[in-house]
């Protein structure tokens, strides 16, 4: 599952959520601690990992 970073634009809290991409459409993020909605996703790295050898 993808991890999303965000980062609150009122309280400047930054938190992680872990969700499926087909959830990430459809919800309102809240920060965690001033339940603020006003939250900006944060740009960041990923890493990918196959099973199959080269």
């Given at each position: 599952?993808?991890?999303?970073?965000?980062?609150?634009?009122?309280?400047?809290?930054?938190?992680?959520?872990?969700?499926?991409v087909s959830e990430y459409g459809k919800k309102s993020f809240r920060c965690p601690?001033?339940?603020?909605?006003?939250?900006?996703?944060?740009?960041?790295?990923?890493?990918?990992?196959?099973?199959?050898?080269?």
């Amino acid at each position: 599952m993808p991890t999303y970073e965000f980062k609150c634009e009122k309280c400047s809290k930054k938190f992680t959520l872990i969700m499926p991409v087909s959830e990430y459409g459809k919800k309102s993020f809240r920060c965690p601690k001033c339940k603020s909605t006003k939250v900006k996703q944060q740009i960041t790295s990923f890493q990918v990992t196959t099973s199959k050898k080269s």
